[in-house]
Nanobody
């Protein structure tokens, strides 16, 4: 089992920044990801970070956030962070943290077994 607790959402003006945090406890996941879901839309991949051991990792991003968002890991705190810069109104959504313990590909939500409760991010124009 992996328990995930998210924090850091809120309201920000376009062009601003927010940082989301996801604290994990329980089993050590193979990877952790962020997804988002806007009203009436499907859940969308945002970013993932895969832990390769020895403190190394691999990360990747969805096309719509590439260059603006950064995912990172604080291993000492078992926390994954999502730094979101240059936010746009279209980034408005509920953001979900997810953990995968057995997945092989981390771009699809069905490869994640555990999910956080979600945190609202609203970007005003």
């Amino acid at each position: 089992q992996v328990q995930l607790v998210e924090s850091g959402g809120g309201l920000v003006q376009a062009g601003g920044s927010l940082r989301l945090s996801c604290a994990a406890s329980g089993r050590t996941p193979r990877a952790m990801g962020w997804f988002r879901q806007a009203p009436g839309q499907e859940r969308q991949f945002v970013a993932f970070i895969k832990f390769n051991g020895g403190g190394t990792f691999y990360s990747d991003y969805g096309a719509s956030v590439q260059g603006r968002f950064t995912i990172s890991s604080d291993n000492a705190k078992n926390t994954v962070l999502l730094q979101m810069n240059s936010l746009k109104p279209e980034d408005t959504a509920v953001y979900y943290c997810a953990a995968s313990v057995s997945g092989l590909s981390f771009y699809q939500s069905n490869n994640y077994e555990y999910w956080g409760q979600g945190t609202q991010v609203t970007v005003s124009s």
